[in-house]
T-cell receptor, first 115, second 113 residues
């Protein structure tokens, strides 16, 4: 079984400040990990993914995440927040032995960006 | 290319009624998954279909059923609606490879009164 815990249901930062959204996972097998973003009244869009290889992965809109196996973490960061980053962010895990169709999601973190 | 399309966008039903939600995947995607997103929570896996066969089922009652058609589009059916079924229902398509991410539609907002 797999699970995802996102620490902090709400995060507020000032425009230009560092964004850090936390994600810890539990998995009995080496997982595939994903970050998605959801804007109001829309579906989820992929920000970035980790499958194998380099543990620091870069995504769209300046976001990146680092897979740390020893800490079972996959935290999302962005050096400088922009007003357009305000949205809800979801971390997800899937089993490489199946496919991402059956992913397990965290409960999300709402990011607010203050001017 | 068109993304994942879902219809209808909004739906209001009464307790005990039945509802059918529809989804068209991205061209070339043969895997379709359904998720339920209750307000304040992350998406919960309901079903996955690939090549018209059910490939996975989440922890949902038998009132929930789905199918996939030869053109890979899919329908989600929910019978005997309960108030607790009120949610955003998301359809996602993907390539049938393990590292392929999900591509989501904008969802169907179901309200049960």
């Amino acid at each position: 079984a797999q699970s995802v815990t996102q620490l902090g249901s709400h995060v507020s930062v000032s425009e230009g400040a560092l964004v850090l959204l936390r994600c810890n996972y539990s998995s009995s097998v080496p997982p595939y990990l994903f970050w998605y973003v959801q804007y109001p009244n829309q579906g989820l869009q992929l920000l970035l993914k980790y499958t194998t290889g380099a543990t620091l992965v870069k995504g769209i809109n300046g976001f990146e995440a680092e897979f740390k196996k020893s800490e079972t973490s996959f935290h999302l960061t962005k050096p400088s927040a922009h007003m357009s980053d305000a949205a809800e962010y979801f971390c997800a895990v899937s089993d490489p032995n199946t496919n991402a169709g059956k992913s397990t999601f965290g409960d999300g973190t709402t990011l607010t960006v203050k001017p | 290319d068109a993304g994942v399309t879902q219809s209808p966008t909004h739906l209001i039903k009464t307790r005990g009624q039945q509802v059918t939600l529809r989804c068209s995947p991205i061209s070339g995607h043969k895997s379709v998954s359904w998720y339920q997103q209750v307000l304040g929570q992350g998406p919960q896996f309901i079903f996955q279909y690939y090549e018209k066969e059910e490939r996975g089922r989440g922890n949902f009652p038998d009132r929930f059923s789905a199918r996939q058609f030869p053109n890979y589009s899919s329908e989600l059916n929910v019978n005997a609606l309960l108030l607790g079924d009120s949610a955003l229902y998301l359809c996602a398509s993907s390539l049938a490879v393990a590292n392929s991410p999900l591509h989501f539609g904008n969802g169907t907002r179901l309200t049960v009164t």
